[in-house]
């Protein structure tokens, strides 16, 4: 039981982390970041995946 929050930091950690980079890199406003999230994501699956090679 004490893994869990240390679990829930590092996702809080990494999800504020890939929030931070899509505003920084694409815009501060809503549409910008929703289309920059999405791209971004899409970005990571495929390198997760290997489907990008």
Excluded: D, N, Y
């Amino acid at each position: 039981m004490r893994a869990l929050p240390i679990v829930f930091w590092i996702l809080a950690f990494l999800a504020a982390t890939f929030c931070w980079m899509v505003i920084f890199q694409h815009g501060l406003s809503w549409q910008a970041f929703t289309s920059g999230a999405r791209e971004e994501l899409r970005v990571l699956f495929s390198l997760a995946t290997g489907a990008g090679k």
